[in-house]
């Protein structure tokens, strides 16, 4: 159990889905940003999120509609707080964005 325990310590940083999208400025609210994964519309490197409390890490690939599109960026980095746009904007790497 000690070994699980250390290895779990020693992953890397996460962060919420919903927090993640709210601090990137990738969703206009907190509460917007849950409800997108709470009804399973984003999708963490491939797999469905269906809980606004699933992690994400950087170097993931989050996909999730945009409008009328589909985004889809790779998680550069995680955020401490929900800043100015470009500093936002530095936590991520648009992949696509298309309909």
Known sequence: MAERALSMGASSPTLRIDKYLWFTRLASSRTSAQKLAEEGHIRINGRRVERSHTIVRAGDLITFPYGQ????????????????????????????VGG
Do not use: N
């Open 69 to 96: 599109k589909v985004r889809v960026v790779r998680v550069s980095s995680l955020p401490q707080r929900r800043g100015p746009a470009p500093e936002a904007q530095a936590c991520y790497e648009e992949i696509v």
